[in-house]
C-alpha cells in the first residue's frame, strides 16, 4: 500500500510540474503565431499610385492611420486636386475577429451594392462598386478607393492597383489552408 501511495504521489508531482511554469510543460498552450499587423502603404506603395493613376503622388500628412484592426492610408497629388487621390483600407482578421467573419463582413457589404461587378483573379474573391475595388483575401478585406469615374480607365486602374495589393497580401500572410471562406 505504501509503495501505491509513494506512486501516485510522485505522479501527481510530476503532472503538477509538467502543468506549471512559463516554459511550457506537458499541458501548456501551445504559443499562437503572431498576427502581422499590415500597413496599407506596404500593399500598394507611391511608386505603384504612379505608375498607375499617372502622377505622383504624396502619402496624406497624418500618415496611415490605425483603427482597430482597420488601417488606412491616403494618397494624394502635390499640389492638392490637381489630380484624384487614392485611398487604400484594410480589415484584417485579429486574435478575437476570425476569417469567417470579416468574410460575412464583405459578403454583407457586397449584397448592399446593387451595382456590384465581380471580378476574376483578384484575391479569393473581389468585386468593383464604383470608385471602388473590394478584395477579400487571406482573411483581409482590401479596398481601393481610385478616382471617381467609373469608364474603362478607372475599372483598369482599380484591378491593377488590386493585383499589386493581393500579390503583396499574399506575401506578408502565407497561404491560410482551412482558413478560406466557406
Do not use: W
Not at 501511495?5 to 511550457?24: K, Q
Not at 456590384?116 to 464604383?130: M, N, T
Amino acid at each position: 500500500m505504501k509503495k501505491l501511495l509513494l506512486v501516485l504521489a510522485s505522479l501527481a508531482m510530476i503532472i503538477g510540474l509538467c502543468a506549471c511554469g512559463g516554459g511550457g510543460g506537458l499541458f501548456a498552450k501551445p504559443t499562437p503565431t503572431p498576427i502581422p499587423e499590415i500597413d496599407p502603404a506596404t500593399l500598394i506603395t507611391t511608386d505603384d499610385v504612379a505608375l498607375n493613376a499617372g502622377y505622383t503622388p504624396v502619402i496624406e500628412e497624418s500618415g496611415t492611420s490605425r483603427n482597430g484592426n482597420v488601417g488606412t492610408v491616403l494618397y494624394r497629388s502635390e499640389p492638392i486636386g490637381q489630380n484624384d487621390t487614392v485611398t487604400v483600407k484594410v480589415t484584417q482578421f485579429t486574435d478575437t475577429i476570425d476569417y469567417q467573419m470579416l468574410f460575412d463582413q464583405y459578403e454583407q457589404e457586397k449584397s448592399k451594392r446593387s451595382s456590384a461587378e465581380l471580378v476574376e483573379g483578384i484575391g479569393q474573391e473581389s468585386y468593383i462598386a464604383f470608385p471602388t475595388i473590394h478584395v477579400y483575401d487571406r482573411g483581409c478585406i482590401i479596398e481601393i478607393t481610385a478616382g471617381s469615374g467609373s469608364d474603362d480607365n478607372q475599372k483598369t486602374l482599380l484591378k491593377n492597383l488590386a493585383i499589386t495589393a493581393a500579390g503583396r497580401l499574399e506575401s506578408i500572410i502565407p497561404d491560410n489552408t482551412g482558413q478560406n471562406k466557406e
